[in-house]
């Protein structure tokens, strides 16, 4: 379940300007300073320095909001169990 979550919230983290709080309530977890443990733990990188990584490598330009029915779409496409996503219908 946590490998999903980090799955998103690295593209939230690559493609949105949303600040990271936001990011894990996206992903299901209230705690900012929990997500950040698990997300360096998962990735070797805490979410920050994640989004700065990124951009200093490939910038793209941020847009406000994410579409997270796409990634959840990838997601069954690829044939990954999946779990509601917070605030979905």
Not at 28 to 41: C, D, P, Y
Request: proline share 8%; glycine share 4%; no cysteine.
């Amino acid at each position: 379940m946590n490998r999903y979550r980090i799955y998103y919230a690295r593209d939230l983290l690559q493609y949105t300007a949303l600040p990271i709080k936001e990011v894990a309530s996206q992903v299901g977890i209230r705690q900012e300073s929990f997500f950040s443990r698990l997300f360096r733990q998962k990735t070797g990188h805490s979410p920050r320095q994640f989004r700065r990584e990124f951009h200093a490598r490939a910038p793209t330009p941020l847009v406000d909001k994410p579409d997270p029915w796409k990634a959840l779409q990838q997601m069954r496409v690829r044939g990954h169990a999946t779990t509601r996503i917070r605030g979905a219908p």
